[in-house]
C-alpha cells in the first residue's frame, strides 16, 4: 500500500551488496548527519555560534552517565510508546497521526484516575492503584483511537484528518480537565495535583530519574516485535498494509477487522505512553504535557522503517536530540522548537531516500 | 445586537477558511491533496509578520501569500517532482513549517516577553451597504482581504468553468491520462496549482495577523488547513460551495460569541474552541464525498 512495502527493510535483495542491517545503519548514519548539516544551517542563519551550539546539545545529550540515562533515555520513553504506536498502524497501512492525542488522553485518564483514588486513599494497595492507572490510560488511547477507526471504517474518513482533529480535540479536553475538575487544590496553575510518591512509578536506581516505564516500554516494544514478525496475527497486519485487495480476496483476511484492531493497539500503545509518562515522569498533567511526542513518533517509526526493533533505537535517539536541544536552549540561547526542525527534516530525508531507493531497484532489475 | 456580533464574528473567522479552503479547492480539482495547507499558513502568517514591520499591512499581505507559495513549491517538488506519497509528505511539510517558523519567530522576536504588534487593516465600511440592517455591518464594515474574498470567489468559479486552464485543472484531477492525450502537461498543471493553493493559504496565514490578531504567535495556524480540506469536502469542490461551507465553520466557531450574549457562560470556553474540529469530522462523516470528488485525486 502507499508505505508498507517501501518502508519496511527487506533482507536480501539481489542488488543489495551489504548486509540489510548495515545498510540500515548506514543510511541512519547518512540521515543524521544531513539532518545536523541542515540544523547547523539553521543556526548560523539565525546568528547563533553553531559549534557551541552543537557541542552544547551533544554534551546535553551524552555528556555524562546521567545525562545519558536520566535525561536521554528518560525522554526516550514515551517516544518508545508513540513510536511502536505509529510504526504498528504504518504497517497496516494506517496513517495515525493522532498519537498525541492518544497520548494526552492516556495520561489524562490516569491523572483523573489518580485524583478518584486519593479521596478514597488506604484500602488499595499502592502497586494495583498504578497498574489500574495505566489500564486506564491504555483504554483512553484506544477510546480517542477507536473515534477515528470507526470513522474510517464505517464512514469513509482518512484517518489523517481525523486523527489530526481528534488530537486538537484531546489538547482541548486536557485544557479544560487542568482548568476544572482536575486542577490542583489552590486553584492558582492550570494543572493536576502532584501524584503522591506512592503512585509513582519507582525509578530504577537511587538519584537517578530513569523508571521502570523504560522496561516497560522495551518490554512491549520486543514483545510486538515478535508479534508482527513471528505470528499470524502479525502476519494478517502485514498482509493488510502490502496489499489490502490482496489479503482480502486471495488471503480471506476481514481486512476491515485487521485496521480496526490494529488502530484500537496503536492508541492502547499511545494511551499507555501518556500514563507512564505521567506517572514515571511528570507526576502532574498540564496544558504543555506532550512537546509533540506524537509527532516526533512518526519520524522515530519512519526512521526506523517500522522495524519495531528499530523504533528502541531511533526513540533514544530522538530522545538524545531532544535532550540536547535543551541543553542547546540552556547554554547557547537555541529555542528548542528547532527539535521539529530536525523531526520535519529527518521525514522529508526518508522518503525521499525510499523514493530514490525504489527507483534505483526497478532501473535495475530492469522493469 | 446579538446577532450583529455573531454575524460579524462570522465573516470573519470564515475569512482565512475560504482563503485556504479555496486554494485547496484548485490543488484537489488537479488531484493533489495538500496536506501541507497548514504549512503553508502558518508560513503565510509569519511571513506576513515579518513583512508588516518593514512594509506595511498591505506588503505584509503580499509576503503571506508569497511564502505560502514557497512552501507549496516545496510540497510540489517532493509529490509532484518526486512522486512521494502526499499524505506523507505533506505532513512533513506541515511540521516543517511549524517548526521553522516557530524557531524563527523565538530566534528573531524572543522567547515570550515583548508583545510583538503589526500594522493592521482596519475594517473599511462601504457606503451605504455598510448601513444595510442585521447584515450590513457584518458583509460591508470588513478589512480589505475580505473584500478581495468577495471578488476572488467569483472570479475562481467562473474561471474554473468557463476557461480553458479551469478545464485543463479538472481534466487532470479526473483523468490524468486523458488530459495527456490531449496534450496537458499533468505536472505543469499540478504544480501550478499547488503554488496558488500555497498563495491562497499563506493569504490565509497573513489575514490572521495584518487583519485580526496584529501579532504572531506559534502554531496560530490551529488546525485550519485540515479544516479547509474537510471545507472542500462539504462544498463540493466546488468554489461557491466551498465558501459556503467556510461560511458555515465560520458560524461554528462564532457560535461562542451567541453563547455568551445569551448569558450561557458556564459552559466551558474550550468546548467552543474544540467545535471547528469536532464540526469537522461530523461534516467529513456525513457529506458522501467519495462520489463528488475528482476522480483521480490522491493517486500518484
Same mark, same amino acid.
Given at each position: 500500500?502507499?508505505? #508498507? ?34 540544523? =547547523? ?41 508513540? /513510536? ?119 525509578? *530504577? ?24 514478525? @513471528? ?34 493497539? #496503536? ?6 505512553? /501518556?500514563?507512564?509518562?505521567? =506517572? ?28 519495531? *526493533? ?13 535532550? /540536547? ?32 531507493? @525504489? ?9 | ?146 473584500? *478581495? ?37 499533468? @505536472? ?36 485550519? /488547513? ?7 469536502? *462539504? ?54 464525498? @467519495? ?10
Amino acid at each position: 500500500m502507499i508505505l #508498507s512495502n517501501t518502508m519496511v527493510g527487506k533482507g536480501g535483495r539481489r542488488t543489495a551488496q551489504w548486509p540489510a542491517g548495515v545498510a540500515t545503519m548506514v543510511r541512519l548514519m547518512i540521515l543524521v548527519a544531513v539532518s545536523m548539516g541542515v540544523l =547547523a544551517a539553521l543556526l548560523v542563519v539565525t546568528g547563533h555560534d553553531a559549534p557551541q551550539a552543537l557541542r552544547a546539545m551533544v554534551r546535553g545529550a551524552a555528556g555524562n552517565w546521567y545525562q545519558f540515562s536520566s535525561v536521554t533515555i528518560v525522554r526516550a520513553v514515551p517516544l518508545m510508546f508513540a /513510536g511502536a504506536a505509529v510504526a504498528v498502524a504504518f504497517r497496516a497501512g494506517i496513517l495515525n497521526i493522532g498519537a498525541e492525542g492518544q497520548l494526552l488522553a492516556g495520561a489524562a485518564a490516569a491523572a483523573a484516575l489518580a485524583s478518584i483514588t486519593s479521596s478514597v486513599t488506604a484500602g488499595i494497595p499502592a502497586a494495583l492503584v498504578v497498574l489500574l492507572m495505566l489500564a486506564v490510560g491504555a483504554f483512553a488511547g484506544a477510546f480517542t483511537a477507536a473515534i477515528a477507526a470507526v470513522l474510517r471504517h464505517r464512514f469513509g474518513v482518512q484517518e489523517v484528518i481525523s486523527t489530526i482533529m481528534l488530537n486538537f480535540v484531546a489538547l482541548n479536553v486536557v485544557g479544560y480537565l487542568v482548568r476544572g475538575p482536575l486542577q490542583e487544590p489552590l486553584r492558582i496553575y492550570p494543572q493536576s495535583p502532584s501524584l503522591p510518591a506512592a503512585l509513582q512509578l519507582p525509578v *530504577l536506581w537511587p538519584g537517578s530519574r530513569l523508571h521502570i516505564g523504560v522496561l516497560i516500554a522495551i518490554g512491549v516494544t520486543v514483545a510486538l516485535w515478535y508479534w508482527i514478525t @513471528r505470528m499470524a496475527g502479525g502476519f494478517r497486519v502485514r498482509a493488510v498494509g502490502l496489499n489490502a485487495a490482496a489479503a482480502q480476496s486471495a488471503g480471506r483476511i476481514d481486512v476491515g477487522k485487521v485496521g480496526t484492531q490494529v488502530f484500537l493497539l #496503536s492508541g492502547v500503545l499511545a494511551g499507555l505512553g /501518556g500514563a507512564v509518562e505521567y =506517572a514515571g515522569t511528570t507526576y502532574a498533567l498540564y496544558e504543555n504535557f506532550s512537546p509533540g511526542y506524537g509527532y516526533t513518533a512518526i519520524a522515530v517509526a519512519l526512521l526506523a522503517r517500522l522495524n519495531l *526493533l528499530a523504533v528502541v533505537f531511533t526513540a533514544i535517539l530522538f530522545g538524545a536530540i531532544d535532550a /540536547g536541544a535543551g541543553a542547546m536552549q540552556r547554554d547557547a540561547g537555541v529555542p528548542n522548537v528547532v527539535v521539529s526542525v530536525i523531526v520535519a527534516t529527518l521525514i522529508v530525508l526518508v522518503v525521499l531516500g525510499d523514493r530514490l531507493e @525504489r527507483r534505483q531497484t526497478t532501473l535495475e532489475q530492469g522493469t | 445586537m446579538i446577532v450583529d456580533a455573531f454575524l460579524e464574528a462570522t465573516i470573519r473567522t470564515a475569512t482565512p477558511l475560504a482563503f485556504a479552503a479555496l486554494g485547496e479547492c484548485v490543488s484537489q480539482r488537479a488531484g493533489i491533496i495538500n496536506i501541507g495547507l497548514e504549512g503553508s499558513i502558518i508560513a503565510g502568517a509569519f511571513g506576513a509578520t515579518v513583512a508588516a514591520s518593514v512594509l506595511g499591512a498591505e506588503g505584509g499581505f503580499v509576503a503571506g501569500a508569497l511564502a505560502g507559495a514557497v512552501v507549496a513549491m516545496l510540497f510540489a517538488i517532493l509529490t509532484v517532482g518526486a512522486r512521494v506519497d502526499q499524505i506523507i509528505s505533506g505532513t512533513a511539510i506541515t511540521l516543517l513549517g511549524l517548526g521553522v517558523t516557530g524557531t524563527l519567530y523565538r530566534t528573531m522576536f524572543g522567547v515570550g516577553g515583548v508583545a510583538l504588534s503589526t500594522p493592521t487593516f482596519s475594517a473599511i465600511p462601504v457606503p451605504f451597504l455598510s448601513d444595510l440592517p442585521l447584515v450590513g455591518a457584518a458583509l460591508f464594515a470588513q478589512p480589505a482581504p475580505t473584500y *478581495l474574498l468577495y471578488v476572488v470567489v467569483p472570479l475562481l468559479a467562473w474561471w474554473m468553468y468557463r476557461t480553458h486552464a479551469g478545464l485543463a485543472v479538472r481534466a487532470v484531477g479526473e483523468s490524468p491520462v486523458a488530459a495527456i492525450a490531449s496534450g496537458i502537461s499533468v @505536472r505543469r498543471v499540478q504544480f501550478v496549482s499547488l503554488l496558488f493553493s500555497g498563495a491562497m493559504a499563506g493569504m490565509a496565514g497573513a489575514t490572521l495577523v495584518v487583519a485580526q490578531t496584529g501579532t504572531f504567535a506559534e502554531g496560530m495556524s490551529a488546525g485550519r /488547513g485540515f479544516i479547509a480540506i474537510s471545507i472542500v469536502v *462539504l462544498g463540493r469542490w466546488k468554489p461557491i460551495g466551498v465558501a459556503l461551507g467556510a461560511l458555515l465553520f465560520g458560524a461554528a466557531s462564532a457560535l461562542q460569541y451567541l453563547f455568551q450574549s445569551l448569558g450561557l457562560t458556564n459552559v466551558p470556553y474550550q468546548l467552543f474552541l474544540a467545535l471547528p474540529y469536532v464540526f469537522t469530522l461530523l461534516v467529513l462523516a456525513t457529506a458522501s464525498g @467519495r462520489v463528488a470528488a475528482p476522480a483521480a485525486l490522491g493517486r500518484k
